[in-house]
């Protein structure tokens, strides 16, 4: 057996402390920001107001119902033209890429600067949270069984998960910083901050939960239980909202920070697998339109909207 390795009976447990002892650098970064996200989470549990809960579990939900209307149609669609389905992934990744500029990392320094004082402060406090979104979403990625329709299957242990598990987990890599992003935006009861984001999201889910099932269906696996799961991972979305929201309550500095953390979260998952699966066909012009398209629009929606 190779040095590190664990053996075929292993344990989940032992599965994972071999895969971190491969991958020690990742997963000391991992356990770094999971234990500052945890800690941010936990001062803000019982300091978000009611309202803030509130909004943020409305807009998780209606990003939900989203994520469900749009893989409804491979009830009856097996597929699209793949120019079409990339040019759809990559409207949605445009406007992931603008709801992290305009609706997280400006509000994020702006809030930062109030009470820093110092616009270099101020970028340090949102880089830091950026900095924890992304190394959290990395020792997700590194350290969760999921599959990719392109890459296949990857992380610990995914030998001994069904592929729809697989599946699923891959499209939690995805809902869950979007959810949480929500959270954020409206952890200050803020609606100039959250009804855009709120909007860029949802209309971005509907491609993408659309896309999802397809996969699911190419994939072998039935209409209805595709839709159901393509569907249902929405329900991650006001989860997210949940632990989004607790981030960004509490302490003054984790407002920004927090706004940082879901940026750099939403647009890890954008660079990491939404444009590469968008260029994988050769249709990288359709799908670069398609982004710029989101990105335009949900600059309008920031602005008519905040």
Not at 218 to 246: H, I, K, Y
Request: proline share 5%.
């Amino acid at each position: 057996m190779a040095s590190g390795a664990a053996s075929p009976t292993a344990g989940w447990g032992e599965l994972l402390r071999a895969h971190a002892r491969r991958n020690a650098g990742a997963a000391l970064a991992a356990a770094a920001a999971l234990g500052a996200s945890l800690a941010l989470l936990g001062q803000g549990f019982f300091d978000a107001s009611a309202d803030a809960v509130r909004l943020a579990l409305l807009g998780g939900a209606i990003a939900f119902a989203a994520t469900a209307l749009g893989a409804a149609p491979a009830l009856v669609v097996r597929e699209l033209p793949q120019k079409v389905e990339d040019t759809l992934l990559g409207w949605a990744a445009g406007m992931m890429l603008a709801a992290a500029a305009f609706s997280l990392l400006l509000p994020g320094l702006e809030a930062a600067e109030a009470l820093t004082g110092s616009p270099r402060l101020a970028g340090g406090v949102v880089v830091i949270g950026m900095a924890l979104g992304v190394l959290l979403m990395l020792g997700l990625d590194r350290f969760t069984p999921h599959e990719h329709e392109s890459a296949g299957p990857c992380g610990p242990g995914h030998e001994r998960c069904g592929r729809l598990w697989l599946f699923v987990f891959a499209i939690a890599l995805h809902n869950l910083p979007e959810g949480m992003a929500i959270g954020v935006g409206f952890a200050q009861a803020d609606l100039s901050v959250g009804v855009p984001l709120t909007a860029a999201i949802a209309l971005q889910d509907a491609p993408e939960g659309l896309a999802v099932a397809l996969a699911l269906r190419r994939a072998g696996f039935a209409p209805l239980l595709s839709v159901a799961v393509a569907g249902g991972t929405g329900l991650l979305e006001p989860l997210g909202a949940l632990a989004g929201v607790s981030l960004g309550s509490g302490l003054a500095i984790a407002y920004p920070i927090g706004l940082g953390l879901a940026a750099g979260a939403m647009v890890f998952v954008v660079s990491h697998e939404v444009i590469p699966e968008t260029h994988r066909n050769g249709h990288q012009t359709a799908a670069t339109l398609g982004l710029m398209v989101g990105f335009a629009l949900m600059m309008v929606l920031d602005t008519s909207l905040g």
